[in-house]
């Protein structure tokens, strides 16, 4: 399986970054976002996807990670990163599906 990152897979990696970095983000990070590859997906059926050759989650950083809403519950967003890669989109939520609205993201601070 290999597809382009979608557009709202991508304003809400930018939405998490911008909230919820864990630390500097590299302009190049940010700059890559547009051409990221979908190489896996999780297997609950969340809208957790996966980047890179390495396809799911092995080893990574936390790069960004917030709070957001589906259907008015709450989940967790985590971008993750291998060195300065984005390799993950994770939605952390128990039951939920699809992707959160990127206007709900919000810092832990605020929950």
Not at 9 to 21: D, K, N, P, Y
Not at 25 to 34: D, Q
Not at 66 to 94: H, K, R
Request: with cysteine.
């Amino acid at each position: 399986m290999s597809r382009l990152i979608s557009q709202d897979e991508a304003i809400l990696i930018e939405r998490v970054l911008a909230i919820g970095a864990n630390g500097p983000i590299l302009p190049s990070s940010i700059a890559s976002i547009p051409t990221l590859q979908v190489t896996d997906t999780c297997k609950c059926g969340c809208a957790t996807v996966w980047f890179g050759p390495n396809g799911a989650a092995t080893t990574g950083h936390n790069l960004a990670e917030v709070i957001a809403l589906i259907n008015n519950e709450t989940v967790n967003v985590i971008v993750w990163s291998q060195g300065e890669t984005i390799v993950g989109l994770e939605i952390v939520g128990y039951g939920q599906t699809g992707l959160p609205d990127f206007l709900s993201v919000k810092p832990y601070c605020d929950a």
